[in-house]
């Protein structure tokens, strides 16, 4: 049987109720921006400096995209340094290429029986930055490419970046694939040399003083809240 | 006709989501832990406080809305809808802790992200993300796909028969066993029981990848939970790529279409009844998208010269497509290179992939395998109708544990949804053509997100406009919870202006 509905509850106290919950969700909203790593540092920078990865960019590449029945031609002769964008943006153009590319190594260094997959990332944050959030600048998403190094380079590795880490910088030297003839692999660098340019090592963690106290006393407040909800369980339950 | 809410309605949602909330909190202080057993203090810290935040509002709301009324089918879609969208509001805390997201927003879209198993991020450098939160963003994929809800209120108790309203909110229909709360026990046993295989299958895996065992486990436990639940998150920015390895892949493959497979099947499967695969109308349905989609894809591949020998077609292109399927959206391709090096054609069956999606009553998203089974079946018999005499019984039959005679309203039903999610998909895409992006662009990055799928073009990406990152929001949950708790929740608004629905 359907309840009766004799009681609804009035307007003005929903109006009421919404406003607390939006006073709350802002409280959360306040607290967190005021918590958070360089919260209120005039140097803090937001903004995608990578512009490349802005999809909405016209490309400009020497050879035309691939499209279904159109063959490429082949290019003119073209500069060997490249970045990550460039690569992912024209791959046609630079499908077979020597390409000298830099980066920051990245995660692992995955050692099969010929060489080594590394993933290697030229973004804002393996050129100068550093890692987050050493620093308060945030430049968008990470951009990189994966290379294949034959055993010998191995040995030059020194330090992979990860949380806290700076990973070595290093350049290489390699022939970039579409579609890599020997590992099947999609967009990689088959690297002849790689050196070494800034040697990678720990990044600094910000100082969060802030949060000590924070956690201590919300915590303080849940502990007790949970007490409190327990013990209202023992009473029900005799 | 639904009328204005009275105090027990309020009591009733406001209750039920707290507890949500509050399972939440509780689930937070494993990141916690992890995070000062490997000295993350900063980060463990800032689990603390957003553990906090949730029991406090949960427990508030425990102590000051408890009640016995019965929770009816509208206040189970209501709160299911309410507990989505609250639910993150404590989880994005740690995110913005970690200094990686550039707003709140960021922050609480990524945890959306996380419960709603698309695996779309606005994390900026990645890379140097922390481990302890990199877990937290994949065990908020593993609870989403489990359901927060159905987590919640079956493991931390008390929910009772009141739990079978709120089952249903959170877009699963079947009931397995005849009791929810053992319907939803016998969930956490499959995946149990595949996170035990299944981390197992990819740490040994990784190993051979070239890992060091740490760190392979570390990765095994989050690759598993991102594929299993058909999530989509990495721990890297390069995705499934980062690990360069076939083997990988193919346990991945695995996890990936048993995420995809309804649990009821896992249930036939679980007793022995192997043949259900090839009977079931949602396998076939599944097979037969899988291999068309997959065909036309190598047509376009083909086409476009990206790939010139079948071994790399075959390895990439359908590691591609059963992800997009299987809506999960790790890739071994870079997102740009759908725009750019793959033709029109190709990154077509994935978007064609991702709208379809897997099984009901599975992790996966998308318009589901079943309604599109039934409409092709419902079709079917309206041709056969036009074709055979006008005194002739047409009947038509679909296999989904037991044969079943196919219903107008069944047909009827699966239509509807299938033109909201088309709508839900185009609506984005039509946002995305305000803010200058191409068509194919906009609607593949539309669908990814309504579809939970996560494939990503580059579209989404930290500086994306912020009216973007609200819809994206709105698509992810609208399409996780298949809009009829959605729909519940905004009735209960509209009826609060207006006095009635």
């Known amino acids: 049987m359907s309840r009766m509905r004799s009681n609804p509850v009035d307007r003005s106290r929903v109006a009421l109720g919404a406003l607390l919950t939006v006073l709350i969700i802002s409280g959360i909203v306040g607290m967190a921006e005021w918590l958070r790593p360089h919260a209120g540092d005039p140097d803090r920078v937001v903004v995608n400096e990578s512009l490349a990865a802005d999809p909405r960019l016209a490309l400009n590449c020497p050879e035309p995209q691939a499209r279904e029945g159109r063959r490429p031609r082949g290019a003119p002769r073209l500069p060997t340094a490249v970045t990550s964008g460039e690569l992912l943006d024209c791959p046609t153009t630079w499908d077979g290429r020597t390409v000298r590319y830099s980066g920051e190594l990245i995660g692992a260094v995955l050692q099969r029986r010929e060489g080594a997959w590394l993933q290697v990332n030229d973004d804002e944050y393996a050129h100068g930055l550093g890692p987050l959030p050493s620093h308060p600048n945030l430049r968008g998403g990470n951009a990189g490419i994966g290379v294949w190094i034959p055993r010998t380079l191995i040995d030059r590795i020194q330090t992979l970046g990860g949380p806290r880490q700076q990973g070595d910088v290093v350049e290489l030297t390699g022939v970039y694939h579409r579609v890599d003839p020997h590992s099947r692999e999609v967009a990689i660098i088959r690297a002849t040399d790689l050196r070494v340019l800034i040697s990678g090592g720990p990044a600094t963690a910000p100082v969060a003083p802030r949060r000590v106290v924070t956690a201590i006393v919300l915590g303080s407040i849940a502990a007790g809240f949970l007490i409190a909800q327990w013990r209202q369980r023992r009473r029900f339950r005799r | ?501």
């Not at chain 2, 206040?75 to 404590?90: D, F, I, M, Q, S």
Request: glycine residues 10%.
């Open chain 2, 1 to 501: 006709m639904l009328f204005r809410p009275d105090r027990i309605d309020f009591r009733l949602i406001g209750f039920y989501t707290g507890r949500v909330v509050w399972g939440v909190g509780l689930a937070m202080l494993i990141p916690a832990t992890f995070a000062f057993a490997i000295g993350e203090i900063n980060e463990g810290l800032a689990f603390l406080i957003g553990s906090s935040v949730a029991l406090i509002v949960g427990v508030l709301s425990s102590l000051t809305l408890r009640t016995r009324a019965p929770l009816r089918t509208t206040h189970g879609l209501a709160t299911v809808a309410l507990a989505w969208l609250t639910a993150p509001l404590p989880a994005a805390i740690p995110l913005l802790l970690s200094g990686h997201y550039a707003s709140y927003l960021d922050a609480y879209f990524e945890a959306m992200s996380g419960f709603a198993t698309i695996g779309l991020t606005l994390a900026n450098d990645l890379d140097h993300l922390a481990r302890s939160v990199n877990l937290w963003r994949h065990l908020m994929q593993f609870m989403g796909g489990q359901g927060i809800v159905v987590v919640v209120l079956t493991i931390f108790a008390s929910g009772g028969g009141q739990v079978g309203t709120l089952y249903t909110g959170e877009g699963r229909e079947e009931k397995i066993v005849p009791n929810v709360i053992s319907t939803a026990r016998f969930i956490w046993k499959v995946a149990l029981v595949y996170a035990s295989l299944g981390t197992t299958l990819l740490w040994s895996a990784l190993l051979v990848a070239g890992l060091q065992p740490l760190s392979a486990a570390y990765h095994a436990v989050n690759l598993f939970m991102s594929a299993f639940d058909t999530g989509g998150f990495s721990i890297h920015s390069s995705s499934a790529a980062f690990y360069r390895s076939p083997v990988v892949e193919a346990v991945l493959m695995v996890l990936m279409l048993a995420g995809a497979f309804s649990f009821a099947l896992h249930y036939q499967l679980w007793r022995n009844r192997v043949d259900e695969l090839g009977r079931n109308i949602e396998t076939r349905t599944l097979a037969l998208s899988l291999l068309t989609l997959f065909t036309v894809m190598c047509i376009g591949l083909a086409r476009t010269e990206t790939f010139t020998e079948f071994g790399s077609l075959f390895r990439v292109g359908f590691f591609q497509v059963v992800s997009a399927h299987t809506t999960t959206g790790l890739s071994t391709v870079p997102g740009r290179l759908f725009v750019t090096d793959w033709g029109m054609l190709a990154p077509a069956m994935l978007v064609a992939a991702m709208a379809i999606g897997g099984m009901a009553g599975s992790t996966a998203g998308g318009i589901k395998a079943i309604r599109v089974g039934v409409l092709a079946k419902g079709l079917r018999g309206d041709i056969r109708r036009v074709l055979l005499p006008e005194n002739a019984a047409v009947v038509e039959t679909y296999h989904s544990t037991t044969r079943q005679v196919l219903r107008s309203e069944q047909v009827r039903q699966a239509a509807m949804l299938l033109v909201l999610f088309l709508l839900l998909y185009l609506g984005g895409g039509i946002l995305g053509l305000f803010y200058g992006y191409d068509m194919e662009l906009a609607l593949f990055e539309s669908t990814a997100a309504a579809s939970s799928a996560g494939l990503s073009v580059g579209l989404v990406r930290p500086d994306l406009e912020w009216p973007l990152k609200v819809v994206y929001i709105a698509q992810m949950v609208i399409g996780r919870l298949e809009f009829v708790s959605i729909f519940a929740l905004a009735g209960y608004v509209v009826s609060i202006v207006r006095g009635r629905v």
